[in-house]
T-cell receptor, first 111, second 114 residues
Framework: KNQVEQSPQSLIILEGKNCTLQCNYTVSPFSNLRWYKQDTGRGPVSLTIMTFSENTKSNGRYTATLDADTKQSSLHITASQLSDSASYICVVAGGSYIPTFGRGTSLIVHP | DAGVTQSPTHLIKTRGQHVTLRCSPISGHKSVSWYQQVLGQGPQFIFQYYEKEERGRGNFPDRFSARQFPNYSSELNVNALLLGDSALYLC?????????????FGEGSWLTVV
C-alpha cells in the first residue's frame, strides 16, 4: 500500500531559526515528490517538485532534498519568518494517476 | 491568468440535504481532481477526471459523485449529507492525466453540515 508519513506532526520555532521537516514514503514505482505549503483556510501551493534523479531543489528559503534509495525527503526552511506559519504537505506520485498525500506538518513561527 | 476557481467558498447545509460544488480549472488544463480535507489532516483523494472521463476514485461512499463538462469544468455532488462530511473540499487541475503533472489547487469550498 502506498503511504507517505510526515514528521513531526507539529513544530514551534522562533522567528529567524531554521527547521527541517521530514517525509518518508513507500510509493512504488516512484515518479516525483512535491512539497506544498498550505496556509490556514487556503488551498495548497506548490513549493518544490523533484524527480528520481534530483537530490536537491531550492525555492528561496526553502530547500528540499530527496534520497530515492531510502525513500526519504526533507524540507529545510532557513531564517524562518512569521509568514512561514502553515501546514507543509509532502505528496508523492507513482505509477497510478493518483498521488499519495501525507498528513502534513503544522509549523508555527513565533516572534 | 485565473487559477483554479471554486464555488461557493463557504456553505452550510443540514443533515440529509444535497450539495453541489463547482470548479473551473486553469485554462488549458484537462484534468480535474477533487479532495476532501478534514481539519488537521492532509487532503484525501475523492475523484479524478481527465477528458471528461473518470480516471480514479478514492475510498468514498456512493453518496459522492462527480462529472466533468466539455469545457473541463467539474461538479462534485454529495447526497444525504452527514455531519462527518463537514470539511474543506479542494479542487485541483493539471495539464494532463499523468501523476507527474504539477497539480494546482483552488482555494476550496468550506462545507459545514449541521
Amino acid at each position: 500500500k502506498n503511504q507517505v508519513e510526515q514528521s513531526p506532526q507539529s513544530l514551534i520555532i522562533l522567528e529567524g531559526k531554521n527547521c527541517t521537516l521530514q517525509c518518508n514514503y513507500t510509493v512504488s514505482p516512484f515518479s516525483n515528490l512535491r512539497w506544498y505549503k498550505q496556509d490556514t483556510g487556503r488551498g495548497p501551493v506548490s513549493l518544490t517538485i523533484m524527480t528520481f534523479s534530483e537530490n536537491t531543489k531550492s525555492n528561496g528559503r526553502y530547500t528540499a532534498t530527496l534520497d530515492a534509495d531510502t525513500k526519504q525527503s526533507s524540507l529545510h526552511i532557513t531564517a524562518s519568518q512569521l509568514s512561514d506559519s502553515a501546514s507543509y504537505i509532502c505528496v508523492v506520485a507513482g505509477g497510478s494517476y493518483i498521488p499519495t498525500f501525507g498528513r502534513g506538518t503544522s509549523l508555527i513561527v513565533h516572534p | 491568468d485565473a487559477g483554479v476557481t471554486q464555488s461557493p467558498t463557504h456553505l452550510i447545509k443540514t443533515r440529509g440535504q444535497h450539495v453541489t460544488l463547482r470548479c473551473s480549472p486553469i485554462s488549458g488544463h484537462k484534468s480535474v481532481s477533487w479532495y476532501q480535507q478534514v481539519l488537521g489532516q492532509g487532503p484525501q483523494f475523492i475523484f479524478q477526471y481527465y477528458e471528461k472521463e473518470e480516471r480514479g476514485r478514492g475510498n468514498f461512499p456512493d453518496r459522492f459523485s462527480a462529472r466533468q463538462f466539455p469545457n473541463y469544468s467539474s461538479e462534485l455532488n454529495v447526497n444525504a449529507l452527514l455531519l462527518g462530511d463537514s470539511a474543506l473540499y479542494l479542487c485541483a487541475s493539471s495539464l494532463g492525466g499523468s501523476s507527474g503533472n504539477t497539480i494546482y489547487f483552488g482555494e476550496g469550498s468550506w462545507l459545514t453540515v449541521v
